[in-house]
């Protein structure tokens, strides 16, 4: 039953930089973890950042060292900072949250559109 909410995507041109969120409906502290993942037309659904309810990361080589997953507990909330974007950053961003035993969650998406 876990509602999940994103926003904060928009049209940036290159090299710009883009903050998403996905708000929670219930303590994120309960869940395993929470990530972003991302999908352009006609292709696969792929994972772009993770974070655990003990605070480990892990990124996609694409994204790594451009892209910070971080959260704000009290706020029930997970971001993903998008600096240095380039065009082949341009997808729908979905926010998942994963409790364990196969139950995940899925947000509705935002839109990211990287281009002059």
């Known amino acids: 039953q876990v509602q999940l909410v994103e926003s904060g995507g928009g049209l940036v041109q290159p090299g710009g930089s883009l903050r998403l969120s996905c708000a929670a409906s219930?303590?994120?502290?309960?869940?395993?973890?929470m990530g972003w993942y991302r999908q352009s037309p006609g292709k696969q659904r792929e994972l772009v950042a993770i974070i655990t309810s003990g605070g480990d990361r892990n990124y996609a080589d694409s994204v790594k060292g451009r892209f910070t997953i971080f959260r704000d507990n009290a706020k029930n909330t997970v971001y993903l900072q998008m600096n240095t974007l380039k065009p082949e950053d341009t997808a729908v961003y979905y926010c998942k949250a994963y409790k364990g035993l196969g139950i995940e969650y899925w947000g509705q998406g935002t839109q990211v559109t990287v281009s002059s």
């Open positions: 219930e303590s994120i502290f309960s869940i395993d973890f």
